[in-house]
């Protein structure tokens, strides 16, 4: 590190002219880094970016009013490799915005997953967001959530699974995951194999524990070779699948973590010759437009994330409307917990006699 950069100022808060001087240009190259605006070389803008990030360098709201208003523009940071899941939460997301006059930008954390919060940083800064929304698995990364309250940004999350208090949407994944493996069990099963979701997302571990404890509570012995580890896409619900059916003993129902994992399962037994449901029955995890279109028809649980993901969009809006206005909380920000009924299909049906 240079020796003439200057260090943290001692006393309170970091300004703008500070930020100035530890990079070595102008207050208004700092400002146009900040507000994303163009003609700033990359290299001097990540000179920028550094000092705001040495200094805990916070633009303060009130001074950004003055600046320009609000941005009227929230962004939705994503890391989920379903396509189905995404669409929807964007389609929710959008539908929030344009009701309320904002506007979405997209952020995904691209190949290098190491360190989210500097990704999340450098986000807000360029983007000048007013809120952040943030899906499964960023939103329970301490570290990213860590990082936007020290910058003061409210934000929401879509179904986060640890206890941490904020502004939220959730499914019960355990409960749904009982339901779905009860389903089957109720039908005549005993030998029900599970495929895991993508090890990143903590849903995948409480759908695991929903399988696992409605065996348990029908006295059916868990058996580590009937679950596989997916990756929440179509390739591993095939690899699931081709796994589980050439077993000396393979299981007479398949409950996949999700719909495209379930769709890959359905092609893997279709491909081996099996005959659903009469030889063996999925269940899916979703209901997402995959489910209606396989034939038969996916029995699944319905996950209403567009609604979910609206839902999110419209509390984060409404946050930053409470903070820009001065009012003061009465309640602690809570997590809005949503139904997720079994839908039952023609995937499942008794185990062969």
Same mark, same amino acid.
């Given at each position: 590190?240079?020796?003439?950069?200057?260090?943290?100022?001692?006393?309170?808060?970091?300004?703008?002219?500070?930020?100035?001087?530890?990079?070595?240009?102008?207050?208004?190259?700092?400002?146009?880094?900040?507000?994303?605006?163009?003609?700033?070389?990359?290299?001097?803008?990540?000179?920028?970016?550094?000092?705001?990030?040495?200094?805990?360098?916070?633009?303060?709201?009130?001074?950004?009013?003055?600046?320009?208003?609000? @941005?009227?523009?929230?962004?939705?940071?994503?890391?989920?490799?379903?396509?189905?899941?995404?669409?929807?939460?964007?389609?929710?997301?959008?539908?929030?915005?344009?009701?309320?006059?904002?506007?979405?930008?997209?952020? !995904?954390?691209?190949?290098?997953?190491?360190?989210?919060?500097?990704?999340?940083?450098?986000?807000? !800064?360029?983007?000048?967001?007013?809120?952040?929304?943030?899906?499964?698995?960023?939103?329970?990364?301490?570290?990213? #959530?860590?990082?936007?309250?020290?910058?003061? #940004?409210?934000?929401?999350?879509?179904?986060?699974?640890?206890?941490?208090?904020?502004?939220?949407?959730?499914?019960?994944?355990? @409960?749904?995951?009982?339901?779905?493996?009860?389903?089957?069990?109720?039908?005549?099963?005993?030998?029900?194999?599970?495929?895991?979701?993508?090890?990143?997302?903590?849903?995948?571990?409480?759908?695991?524990?929903?399988?696992?404890?409605?065996?348990?509570?029908?006295?059916?012995?868990?058996?580590?070779?009937?679950?596989?580890?997916?990756?929440?896409?179509?390739?591993?619900?095939?690899?699931?699948?081709?796994?589980?059916?050439?077993?000396?003993?393979?299981?007479?129902?398949?409950?996949?973590?999700?719909?495209?994992?379930?769709?890959?399962?359905?092609?893997?037994?279709?491909?081996?010759?099996?005959?659903?449901?009469?030889?063996?029955?999925?269940?899916?995890?979703?209901?997402?437009?995959?489910?209606?279109?396989?034939?038969?028809?996916?029995?699944?649980?319905?996950?209403?994330?567009?609604?979910?993901?609206?839902?999110?969009?419209?509390?984060?809006?409404?946050?930053?409307?409470?903070? #820009?206005?001065?009012?003061?909380?009465?309640?602690?920000?809570?997590?809005?917990?949503?139904?997720?009924?079994?839908?039952?299909?023609?995937?499942?049906?008794?185990?062969?006699?």
């Amino acid at each position: 590190m240079n020796a003439t950069r200057k260090s943290r100022p001692p006393k309170g808060r970091a300004t703008i002219s500070d930020v100035a001087r530890e990079a070595g240009v102008s207050i208004k190259t700092v400002s146009r880094v900040i507000n994303n605006e163009p003609n700033v070389r990359p290299v001097t803008a990540e000179r920028v970016l550094d000092a705001i990030r040495s200094l805990d360098y916070q633009p303060d709201p009130s001074a950004r009013g003055l600046a320009g208003q609000q @941005s009227w523009t929230l962004g939705l940071i994503y890391d989920n490799p379903s396509p189905n899941y995404l669409f929807r939460t964007i389609t929710g997301a959008l539908q929030g915005c344009n009701e309320a006059g904002y506007a979405l930008t997209l952020q !995904a954390p691209g190949p290098d997953r190491r360190n989210l919060s500097a990704m999340v940083e450098r986000f807000v !800064a360029r983007s000048r967001v007013d809120g952040v929304l943030l899906t499964p698995p960023v939103g329970d990364v301490a570290e990213v #959530l860590d990082t936007l309250d020290r910058m003061g #940004l409210p934000y929401a999350r879509i179904a986060p699974l640890d206890s941490r208090p904020g502004l939220g949407v959730c499914i019960d994944d355990r @409960s749904a995951a009982i339901r779905v493996t009860e389903h089957l069990i109720e039908l005549g099963h005993r030998r029900i194999a599970f495929v895991k979701g993508h090890p990143d997302h903590g849903a995948s571990e409480a759908r695991q524990d929903g399988y696992r404890l409605a065996l348990m509570r029908h006295r059916i012995a868990i058996e580590e070779n009937l679950e596989f580890e997916g990756k929440f896409d179509f390739d591993s619900g095939i690899a699931a699948g081709q796994y589980l059916l050439k077993l000396e003993s393979p299981p007479t129902a398949i409950f996949a973590a999700n719909d495209e994992m379930a769709a890959g399962v359905m092609q893997a037994a279709q491909q081996l010759g099996w005959k659903i449901p009469e030889q063996l029955s999925v269940a899916g995890f979703d209901d997402t437009p995959v489910s209606r279109s396989l034939w038969p028809p996916l029995t699944t649980v319905h996950q209403p994330i567009r609604h979910m993901a609206q839902r999110a969009t419209e509390l984060l809006i409404d946050e930053i409307g409470k903070r #820009l206005s001065g009012e003061v909380r009465t309640m602690a920000p809570s997590v809005q917990v949503f139904d997720t009924p079994l839908v039952v299909r023609h995937s499942t049906g008794s185990p062969p006699a």
